[in-house]
């Protein structure tokens, strides 16, 4: 810094000192209004003015802002300051000196601003005039401006002085500026922080319920990615199938598919899923990690423009269960369709073979008056009509329409009837043992259901060795010791086959229904749940014993009758009990009904015959002091069933007594229940003396 000629030195030093001082505490302060204060009073020290000004350079808008203003001494901060008021007065670069000094960085000191052509008069009174230029590296960005009303008012040493403090406050501004952008800088870092940080936070909250969702849902879900790397499986894909991958790709997933579902499922999958936003459906076959297939339901959903995902969304459900449930549910449908066939066919039958053993046990009866030889014919017929009966009642017990008629049976005798027809059913690569002790006590059982056990587990055993081999069957008497007396406790009856055996896992679910270890539709899985069934019904105990290898063998344990007797049969008394009793025959086969009325009639009873429900009712209501018996069908046509019309007939006369018949009962589990409770029940095909002894008692 050159100083003039003729300057006070004196003077020079204490304003540089107080720009000194000023300047170390301008470089302090960052707020826009203390360093705008700061300015002010440091003016008022060193200069004298009557108006004063920071104003800086707003390149967009061609304009002088200004930062700090002063009138006589009294500060005025930029923020106070009206702008509006500033740009009306054309405080533009380039304009008046002020504007002059902005465009060329250069200072101006003019001693009587009338004579300078570039002052631009905003108050008439002013007379001098000093303006120098805010440089920071070489660049201005403002100016520092005085005037008062005296001319020829500032020197050099004033010129010196305004420059050396527009340096400092260049540099405070520039400072103030960078904190400003720094602090701004800082503020907005903060907010993206926060913002970050919030938006972390919601992720992981969306991806801690994506995880909830997908973890606990039994369906699996895999996303694959365009070059078919699977980026997301929960854990139940490992569930469906039993597999579990370090990296697991879609072709690997491909590669379980079942080969006829792989060439036309997949391919129609893939094709389908093409377009954004498709959804397709499929069910195919896939092995799971024992080699078993297993059906699996296949959505897939084309993801690829949400950008959360961005890829093919599989969901895989395993159907196999419920496909097995859907296949019982039709294999049972069959089941009930052929019983319901066997159950009518069976109904047909027992009312034929009832007029055929019927008419043949009443010529049994007067076969003094026959010859000899008619009367083993007749003998013969009769024989054959049982045997057919036996036939009728094993084909409504496999249709569940037989109503189960337990009583004393010797297991040896209903094992011997069976040797043949079993023989028959296993085939010349079977053998079959008997090894039957002797003597046995009697069980109380159903004959037919006794011999459908038999049969099942017999059947069973041929099964489990397919190339033949032999079966044992073994009865024998159980004893219990209690410490003092031993007492025969039950009857046991076994079966045995050399066939491959069965593990743990199948033994614990043998007696399930539809449970079966054969091929598709090679067995129905309802054998052995149909013998647990009669056994338990019967108080007896069924187990098992068998391992892979070494065959099989069923044991049963049926409780002894040892002091069980059958009831006393009651001889029929024909009219004694009641003379010339009215009998109401409710029978829809004619033939039949007009063989119970000769039979009925012979021996003294008045028999009225009726056809269907109808016409019973009208009858009983005609006739209702005459009749003493109702003797009914179960199943008759009408609006009512036998047990329904006896339920009628006696609310309106107590007295009235009830013999029902039944070979064949149709959808009426209820009165399956109480016929099995009945005593008054006659079980067709029956012969001419059970019907007169069940009247007879009925009577009684």
Aim: charged share 20%; aromatic share 6%.
């Amino acid at each position: 810094m050159t100083v003039p000629p003729a300057v006070d030195t004196q003077l020079l030093l204490e304003k540089m000192l107080v720009i000194h001082r000023a300047g170390s505490r301008l470089q302090q302060l960052a707020l826009p209004q203390e360093l705008a204060q700061a300015i002010i009073a440091v003016l008022e020290e060193i200069v004298l003015y009557e108006h004063g000004a920071v104003l800086l350079v707003d390149a967009p808008s061609g304009l002088l802002l200004p930062f700090a203003l002063s009138e006589q001494g009294q500060g005025r901060s930029f923020v106070e300051s009206d702008k509006a008021y500033v740009r009306s007065q054309g405080v533009r670069i380039g304009r008046g000196i002020t504007g002059w000094v902005a465009e060329h960085g250069v200072s101006v000191r003019a001693g009587d601003v009338r004579a300078d052509p570039r002052y631009i008069s905003l108050r008439d009174d002013i007379r001098s005039e000093l303006c120098v230029p805010l440089r920071v590296r070489e660049r201005t960005i403002g100016v520092l401006n005085v005037e008062t009303t005296q001319p020829d008012a500032y020197s050099a040493i004033d010129q010196i002085v305004l420059e050396t403090i527009a340096a400092q406050i260049a540099i405070a501004i520039q400072n103030a500026d960078m904190y400003r952008q720094v602090t701004n800088y800082s503020r907005e870092l903060q907010q993206q922080n926060a913002e970050l940080v919030r938006t972390e936070q919601r992720l992981r909250q969306n991806e801690i319920k994506f995880r909830a969702l997908t973890e606990h849902v039994s369906d699996a879900i895999a996303i694959v990615a365009d070059d078919g790397q699977i980026v997301f499986e929960n854990s139940a894909i490992h569930d469906v199938l039993g597999y579990t991958w370090d990296t697991t790709t879609v072709d690997a997933l491909t590669a379980l598919v079942h080969p006829d579902d792989r060439m036309y499922g997949v391919a129609s999958l893939i094709e389908a899923l093409q377009a954004p936003g498709a959804m397709q459906k499929a069910s195919l076959r896939m092995q799971d990690q024992q080699g078993c297939w297993r059906w699996i339901d296949l959505v897939g959903y084309n993801l690829r423009h949400v950008a959360a995902v961005q890829g093919i969304m599989l969901n895989l459900r395993d159907s196999t269960a419920r496909r097995r449930l859907e296949e019982q549910l039709l294999q049972s449908q069959k089941l009930e369709a052929i019983g319901r066939l066997a159950g009518g066919i069976a109904h047909d039958f027992n009312n034929i073979l009832g007029v055929i053993i019927g008419y043949s046990d009443v010529m049994v009866q007067e076969r003094a008056a026959l010859r000899a030889d008619h009367r083993e014919y007749i003998d013969q017929i009769l024989q054959a009509g049982l045997r057919a009966a036996d036939i009728t009642r094993q084909l409504l017990s496999f249709s569940r329409q037989q109503v189960p008629q337990p009583k004393l049976n010797d297991i040896n005798e209903a094992l011997r009837m069976m040797a043949t027809m079993q023989a028959r059913l296993l085939g010349e690569a079977y053998h079959i043992e008997y090894r039957l002790a002797e003597p046995l006590p009697p069980i109380r059982i159903d004959q037919i259901q006794l011999q459908q056990i038999v049969l099942n587990l017999v059947l069973n055993a041929r099964d489990a060795m397919p190339d033949g081999g032999r079966i044992v069957v073994e009865t024998a008497p159980e004893y219990r010791y209690d410490g003092r007396n031993t007492s025969l406790e039950s009857v046991v009856l076994s079966v045995a086959d050399q066939g491959h055996g069965i593990d743990a896992a199948t033994r614990s679910r043998i007696f399930e229904p539809f449970f079966t270890t054969k091929a598709e539709g090679q067995g129905t899985g309802l054998g052995l749940s149909i013998v647990y069934g009669i056994v338990s019904a019967s108080h007896g105990t069924i187990d098992v014993e068998s391992a892979p290898s070494r065959g099989t063998r069923f044991v049963i344990r049926l409780p002894a009758a040892v002091h069980q007797e059958e009831p006393a049969m009651v001889a029929p008394r024909l009219n004694s009990a009641r003379p010339s009793a009215v009998v109401l025959l409710v029978e829809d086969d004619p033939w039949l009904a007009t063989l119970l009325r000769r039979v009925l009639g012979r021996q003294g009873y008045h028999v009225v015959v009726c056809s269907d429900a109808r016409e019973a009712r009208e009858l009983a209501a005609a006739q209702l002091q005459q009749i003493d018996l109702l003797l009914t069908d179960v199943t008759i046509p009408g609006d009512m069933n036998g047990m329904q019309l006896a339920e009628y007939v006696q609310q309106h006369d107590p007295t009235v007594r009830v013999l029902y018949m039944s070979g064949y009962i149709d959808n009426m589990p209820e009165q399956r229940e109480s016929l099995v409770a009945d005593a008054r029940l006659l079980q067709k095909p029956f012969s001419a003396d059970e019907l007169l002894q069940a009247v007879a008692t009925a009577l009684a």
